[in-house]
């Protein structure tokens, strides 16, 4: 299935009948997991969102659970913890729940989630293996449930203009793609990205799909070999994962990405070259400040709030029974190709996806 192409989804007519909300009311979305992303992000975005709001917070911290229900209202039917999790089934306020957990916990949350009637956002990286995505996807088809991926940029106008600008072959064939996305790592040796239990990997798995989607959504291919190696320069605190990645995928076009995904740099852009000029991102993966160029000039969109945009255009989709463009499916194709490319990381040759 390409990437820009038809989605598969829950049936919709049966999607459309399932929802009961009266016009014009929101959907109501629990967080489930209150660490970072959670807290800066997502709630304030659902400050910000006209077809969802902030209904419920699934924590297992005690002392959160006041100063969320004091800072967003939340009643206290709404807030739940891991072990009374799934008695949200009984509870109307809730129609999606949103996984912000460590990427080991997703396939848990997410069938849970799906098992208890509710539609599910999961963030990325979708689980920490291909085989788990797809337990993910058919818990919640088999509840007719709607699955989606936090993957906001695809609401985001300079990465929508990359997909444009290279499906569409505004500058010819695409060529080549260089992108990197990494960020410094400090010193928290206890942190989930650490743990290959956890995280599945390391700055492949949480920033590469970055990495992997830029490749994937300008050239609308899916590539079909990939090779890797990695680095190391402290092998004494990254025990358990990798700490840079280097990697090539090679699609059926003759196309070729370079990723790079370090947890000891800092880098975010999505460079490609085609036939008849360039296009880039210089700023690409962020969550604002997008910097974009092509060979014909600066880009110039607004920047927008890219998680509500994103869990708008969810509830949209629930609300009136069409697919969403982020999709479970989407996830495991990415995580397919993460899998490959560990692979490679262990045999050293190039590997089929
Ligand atoms: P975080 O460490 O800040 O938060 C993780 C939360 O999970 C914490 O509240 C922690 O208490 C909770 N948790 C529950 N059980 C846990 C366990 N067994 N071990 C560790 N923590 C446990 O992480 P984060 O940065 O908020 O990331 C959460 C998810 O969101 C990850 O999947 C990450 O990749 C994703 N994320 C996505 C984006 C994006 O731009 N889409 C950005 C940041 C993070």
């Given at each position: 299935?390409?990437?820009?192409?038809?989605?598969?989804?829950?049936?919709?007519?049966?999607?459309?009948?399932?929802?009961?909300?009266?016009?014009?009311?929101?959907?109501?979305?629990?967080?489930?997991?209150?660490?970072?992303?959670?807290t800066?992000?997502?709630?304030?975005?659902?400050q910000?969102?006209?077809?969802?709001?902030?209904?419920?917070?699934?924590?297992?911290?005690?002392?959160?659970?006041?100063?969320?229900?004091?800072?967003?209202?939340?009643?206290?039917?709404?807030?739940?913890?891991?072990?009374?999790?799934?008695?949200?089934?009984?509870?109307?306020?809730?129609?999606?729940?949103?996984?912000?957990l460590?990427?080991?916990?997703?396939?848990?949350?997410?069938?849970?989630?799906?098992?208890?009637?509710?539609?599910?956002?999961?963030?990325?990286?979708?689980?920490?293996?291909?085989?788990?995505?797809?337990?993910?996807?058919?818990?919640?088809?088999?509840?007719?449930?709607?699955?989606?991926?936090?993957?906001r940029?695809?609401?985001?106008?300079?990465?929508?203009?990359?997909?444009?600008?290279?499906?569409?072959?505004?500058?010819?064939?695409?060529?080549?793609?260089?992108?990197?996305?990494?960020?410094?790592?400090?010193?928290?040796?206890?942190?989930?990205?650490?743990?290959?239990?956890?995280?599945?990997?390391?700055?492949?798995?949480?920033?590469?799909?970055?990495?992997?989607?830029?490749?994937?959504?300008?050239?609308?291919?899916?590539?079909?070999?990939?090779?890797?190696?990695?680095?190391?320069?402290?092998?004494?605190?990254?025990?358990?994962?990798?700490?840079?990645c280097?990697?090539?995928?090679?699609?059926?076009?003759?196309?070729?990405?370079?990723?790079?995904?370090?947890?000891?740099?800092?880098?975010?852009?999505?460079?490609?070259?085609?036939?008849?000029?360039?296009?880039?991102?210089?700023?690409?993966?962020?969550?604002?400040?997008?910097?974009?160029?092509t060979?014909?000039?600066?880009?110039?969109?607004?920047?927008?709030?890219?998680?509500?945009?994103?869990?708008?255009d969810?509830?949209?989709?629930?609300?009136?029974?069409?697919?969403?463009?982020?999709?479970?499916?989407?996830?495991?194709?990415?995580?397919?190709?993460?899998?490959?490319?560990?692979?490679?990381?262990?045999?050293?040759?190039?590997?089929?996806?």
């Open positions: 299935m390409g990437i820009g192409s038809a989605l598969i989804g829950p049936d919709i007519a049966t999607l459309a009948a399932c929802n009961n909300k009266k016009d014009g009311q929101k959907l109501g979305i629990a967080l489930v997991g209150l660490g970072g992303y959670a800066y992000q997502l709630a304030p975005a659902l910000e969102t006209k077809n969802c709001y902030l209904a419920g917070i699934v924590t297992g911290t005690p002392a959160k659970e006041k100063i969320w229900a004091d800072r967003y209202s939340i009643p206290a039917k709404n807030i739940y913890n891991y072990q009374t999790f799934d008695n949200i089934a009984g509870n109307p306020d809730i129609d999606i729940v949103y996984i912000v460590p990427p080991g916990l997703h396939k848990e949350y997410t069938i849970r989630g799906a098992e208890a009637g509710k539609h599910v956002i999961c963030e990325k990286p979708m689980a920490i293996g291909a085989a788990d995505c797809q337990l993910m996807i058919d818990a919640c088809k088999k509840k007719n449930r709607m699955l989606s991926i936090g993957y940029l695809h609401f985001e106008p300079y990465n929508m203009e990359m997909m444009r600008l290279g499906q569409k072959k505004i500058f010819g064939a695409i060529k080549k793609i260089e992108s990197a996305n990494s960020f410094t790592f400090g010193n928290d040796n206890t942190s989930w990205r650490v743990k290959k239990s956890l995280a599945g990997g390391g700055p492949m798995m949480d920033m590469g799909v970055y990495v992997i989607q830029g490749a994937r959504y300008t050239t609308g291919e899916e590539p079909v070999y990939v090779s890797a190696r990695q680095e190391k320069t402290r092998p004494d605190f990254f025990t358990e994962v990798e700490e840079t280097i990697f090539e995928m090679e699609f059926p076009s003759g196309a070729k990405a370079f990723g790079r995904s370090s947890y000891n740099e800092n880098s975010n852009s999505l460079h490609v070259e085609a036939e008849k000029g360039w296009f880039e991102l210089s700023e690409a993966y962020r969550y604002g400040g997008m910097v974009g160029a060979s014909r000039g600066k880009m110039n969109f607004p920047n927008i709030n890219q998680q509500a945009a994103q869990m708008d969810f509830a949209n989709c629930i609300l009136t029974g069409k697919p969403t463009r982020v999709p479970g499916e989407m996830g495991m194709q990415d995580m397919r190709i993460v899998d490959a490319i560990y692979r490679s990381l262990e045999s050293g040759k190039k590997e089929k996806v």
